[in-house]
């Protein structure tokens, strides 16, 4: 199953922070692209591209300027959404239906306002608390679930730097070798 990210209504300057860190959340947890809607953050974009060339792997970042026409497009091509919301269902009474459906998945978290539109045309409005959050933390949560755990098992391909886990320290193995 191949897992995508829609980010709605990205704002310079207000968003960028909480933006990257969807963007990285995204590609730890094993999605292989996000797609940023709102205002075109051009920096942003390069500062998320410039960590997957650091990290390795094939994660993509692009910008959708009509993220209504993308989401309808995602579905006329086979592709199942589900919209992270604290008005959904619950994310571990429905995570298996998701995993069942064998298409591709595009995730979508929500910015300032999500238009009514976005809930009526995801296959699944999913809440991983009926709590104020986080998108960031939503996202984290419902990949992880969708991963079934194993996105402690990926493996980004070319890193220039790789963590090795410890339990005091830091161990950071550096590939000159995949320095451009």
Known sequence: MNVEVLRLDHRIGRDTR???????TAR???????????????KLMKN?????????????VDYVKNFKKFILN???NGGKIVHLTMYGSQANEI???VQESNSDIL??????KVPTEVYKNSD???SVTTQPH??????AVFQHLLMDGQEFNLDFEDPVFEVIPTAHGKNVNIHNENKE
């Open 48 to 60: 998320v591209e410039d960590i997957v060339d650091r990290w390795g792997g094939d994660f993509k």
């Open 95 to 97: 995570v298996s239906e």
């Open 18 to 24: 909480i933006t990257t860190h969807v963007c990285l």
């Open 107 to 112: 995730i979508i978290v929500g910015g300032a």
């Open 134 to 139: 986080s998108e960031v933390s939503s996202l």
């Open 124 to 126: 699944w409005n999913v």
């Open 74 to 76: 995602w579905r006329d």
């Open 28 to 42: 730890a947890f094993g999605a292989s692209k996000i797609h940023l809607s709102g205002q075109e953050d051009a």
